[in-house]
């Protein structure tokens, strides 16, 4: 058997010329990102490479300020890179306008953070409706079912009218999660979703976010320092300095 090194060294190995294959949900070749200016400006990303599959739960660890949260931010679509490629279902995002590339985020991405951004005037089975309405793929009716149904498949159907500031840490961070899933994403991204949280609810997190991978084939990316949690993803890439190593 594959040691989880092995799998996440396979994962990376493709010709640095070819198209994206079918079966990769997220493929990024290269990626270069640099911050700051002039004197003051900082090489974070050099050439990062990497690729991921429906049903595969991937983690990428390493310490503070290796360019783990770039990197994802760069995946996301919220920002472009300096250099290199990120193909999302097979599609070049580089030459993608903004609008285009917000289109693409909110139908084929879901985001969980390590603050949650649920709106706290608004009740749990809101949050997860509005990515919904927003994107207007589904009506108005059947976006507040899928809301409801989604609060159920992370345990929290009790607490669906309840305001998200009346919610503990762990039921919020499921609130996010439920939320990052209403669009139907093809790619869940999760940066430190554990990191506000007791052992017991990141337990819970984990759980689910491991459980919507492999249950859903839907293809999760984990951002964390938390060697435990990158131990339980089917692969773990660590960043030192900018690079996978």
């Not at 190995?13 to 079966?23: G, M």
């Not at 949260?69 to 890179?81: A, I």
């Not at 790619?187 to 007791?198: F, Q, S, V």
Request: net charge positive; glycine share 12%.
């Amino acid at each position: 058997m594959k040691s989880r090194a092995a799998k996440a060294t396979a994962q990376t190995a493709f010709p640095e010329t070819s198209p994206p294959p079918e079966e990769a949900v997220l493929w990024c070749r290269d990626v270069c990102r640099s911050l700051g200016a002039e004197e003051g400006r900082v090489e974070v990303l050099r050439g990062v490479s990497l690729m991921l599959k429906r049903g595969q739960s991937q983690a990428v660890a390493g310490p503070s300020g290796c360019g783990k949260s770039t990197l994802l931010y760069l995946l996301g679509l919220l920002d472009r890179p300096d250099s290199g490629e990120v193909y999302l279902q097979g599609r070049a995002m580089g030459g993608v306008s903004d609008a285009g590339r917000t289109r693409a985020r909110c139908g084929s991405i879901g985001f969980v953070f390590q603050f949650h951004f649920l709106l706290a005037e608004f009740t749990a089975l809101e949050n997860v409706t509005l990515p919904m309405l927003r994107l207007g793929r589904y009506p108005e009716r059947e976006c507040r079912e899928r809301a409801a149904a989604l609060l159920e498949k992370v345990g929290l159907a009790d607490k669906s009218s309840r305001l998200a500031n009346h919610l503990s840490g762990g039921e919020r961070q499921r609130v996010a999660i439920a939320r990052a899933l209403a669009n139907d994403p093809a790619l869940l991204l999760a940066d430190e979703p554990t990191g506000n949280l007791d052992e017991t609810n990141a337990a819970k997190v984990v759980d689910l976010l491991l459980g919507i991978a492999g249950g859903e084939e839907r293809a999760v990316l984990l951002v964390t320092h938390n060697a435990a949690i990158a131990a339980r993803c089917g692969g773990c890439w660590t960043m030192r300095g900018g690079k996978i190593v």
